[in-house]
């Protein structure tokens, strides 16, 4: 028997924000980072919570060990009612970090987490996962429980309106990788195929237009609902490695994690498509939601071009020394960082078990 789980009551559109007004005056813990913890959304996200609200600002990209010890030292000063997390995948992972620890400490905030995306990649408004950095290893930490499942997500326009291009950008291609993988995953089923399905089409349809037009509220509002849906698939069904390969390279060096997958990701589906007919199959189907007249390779061939053609509208470099990263030093850690994606969670849900050579391979093909 297997199970597909949607746990998180999810707001949609403008004025969704109002869903905070259950928690005024309540004892809020209210995690962000120290941008947006200056700008006027998070006051006024702030100001409809009401005066009991304690704000932990201290969240970097990447979060660290570090980062969670000091968040969930302020969680069990505040003893929160509930937690609201504002921001992008970073803070809403350290926001699911600090509730997991301490609820393991006795502690937890009776209404839960509420989650609020400032950015449309992460997904991580409804899903188990977290990635923690070990800033002494520089290895990423996956973390995945029930306990880190959001109450409540907001999807409101307005919180994304005017991201930059280059986040956006990073961000958009993160939730393009995270539908095909879910798509092509070896747990797809019905369920995670609808809603890859329809992100790759909402992907395609409006990603450019939130790049170059970033206060088009309509395409930020499609692309926010691209993010949650293909999270609600790959919660359910995992990824690839794709996600496994770039856990591995971040650990190593500071790349948005969304612009290595995109760098990625091409690779990836030519090297399952090769090796599997399977996958090849699927990843046909989603190429013919690019080009409906395209069939078989043409149409695996059609969907690496589309991939290909959105990297080049949005900026997205094809080789790590475009992207600002030394070659001779990313060439150096390949074989340490090859062995690391291996291990990686994210890869036994490939269509295709790679070797530590195959991963070689690939990580070679950036530089």
Not at 11 to 31: N, S
Not at 146 to 168: F, K
Not at 244 to 270: D, E, K, T, W, Y
């Amino acid at each position: 028997m297997r199970e597909f789980r949607l746990a998180t009551h999810v707001r949609i559109g403008p004025d969704a924000l109002g869903a905070l007004d259950e928690h005024a005056g309540q004892r809020v813990l209210l995690v962000t980072d120290g941008f947006l913890a200056t700008t006027p959304l998070f006051a006024s996200v702030a100001g409809r919570l009401g005066e009991h609200v304690t704000i932990f600002c201290d969240v970097q990209p990447n979060p660290t060990i570090g980062t969670i010890s000091r968040g969930t030292a302020a969680y069990l000063d505040a003893r929160p009612d509930v937690v609201v997390a504002y921001g992008g995948g970073s803070v809403m992972d350290a926001a699911k970090a600090m509730h997991k620890a301490a609820l393991d400490s006795g502690f937890g905030a009776v209404h839960g987490l509420v989650a609020i995306p400032t950015t449309s990649g992460s997904g991580s408004e409804v899903t188990s996962f977290a990635v923690l950095t070990d800033e002494r290893t520089h290895t990423k930490i996956p973390l995945v429980s029930p306990d880190m499942v959001a109450r409540v997500a907001i999807l409101d326009p307005e919180a994304v309106v005017g991201v930059p291009p280059a986040i956006t950008a990073d961000s958009g291609m993160d939730v393009l990788t995270h539908a095909v993988e879910a798509y092509v995953s070896v747990g797809a089923c019905d369920f995670s195929d609808a809603l890859a399905e329809k992100a790759v089409e909402l992907v395609v349809a409006h990603l450019v237009r939130c790049y170059t037009h970033g206060h088009d509220r309509d395409a930020r509002g499609h692309m926010h609902n691209a993010s949650c849906l293909a999270a609600m698939a790959f919660d359910n069904v995992g990824l690839g490695i794709t996600h496994s390969l770039a856990h591995a390279v971040g650990g190593h060096f500071p790349i948005a994690h969304g612009r290595l997958n995109a760098m990625l990701l091409p690779h990836v589906i030519a090297f399952n498509a090769e090796r599997s007919p399977a996958a090849a199959d699927r990843y046909a189907r989603l190429g013919r939601l690019v080009t409906p007249s395209a069939t078989g390779a043409a149409a695996v061939t059609s969907l690496v071009a589309a991939v290909r053609r959105l990297n080049g509208a949005l900026g997205i470099p094809a080789l790590i020394a475009d992207a600002g990263v030394s070659t001779a030093e990313y060439r150096a850690v390949v074989d340490a960082m090859a062995g690391t994606a291996l291990d990686d969670g994210c890869t036994a849900t490939n269509p295709v078990r790679p070797s530590r050579e195959d991963l070689v391979l690939l990580l070679r093909r950036l530089g």
